[in-house]
Nanobody, 119 residues
Framework: QVHMVESGGGLVQAGGSLRLSCAASGRTFSGYVMGWFRQAPGKEREFVTS????????NYADSVKGRFTISRDSAKNTVYLQMNSLKPEDTAVYYCAARALTVTKYSYWGQGTQVTVSS
């Protein structure tokens, strides 16, 4: 039913940039929060950033504040993660996710896209 597909990952040098995309389908995301999470090998999944679909209110983890920007294109049902000034510690599988404003747990998840930052 609901499908979320990440793309745009790859291998970049430290200090470089990448833009991830998350194509969402299967429902209207009005009233939802769209988020990006990441998980490095051997570590738990962590919150990166989120945006409310309607108002565009954003939230960022301290580790990415000032470097990453989340945005959405309502017409395309797509969420983006612009990543600048990448660091090796940003290396992880990045997942997009969605949840209703009325809940705390993210309900829908993509399969993830690998981001590797070399030093």
């Amino acid at each position: 039913q609901v499908h979320m597909v990440e793309s745009g990952g790859g291998l970049v040098q430290a200090g470089g940039s990448l833009r991830l995309s998350c194509a969402a389908s299967g429902r209207t995301f009005s009233g939802y929060v769209m988020g990006w999470f990441r998980q490095a090998p051997g570590k738990e999944r962590e919150f990166v950033t989120s945006i409310t679909w309607n108002a565009g209110t954003t939230n960022y983890a301290d580790s990415v504040k000032g470097r990453f920007t989340i945005s959405r294109d309502s017409a395309k049902n797509t969420v983006y993660l612009q990543m600048n000034s990448l660091k090796p510690e940003d290396t992880a599988v990045y997942y997009c996710a969605a949840r209703a404003l009325t809940v705390t747990k993210y309900s829908y998840w993509g399969q993830g896209t690998q981001v590797t930052v070399s030093s």
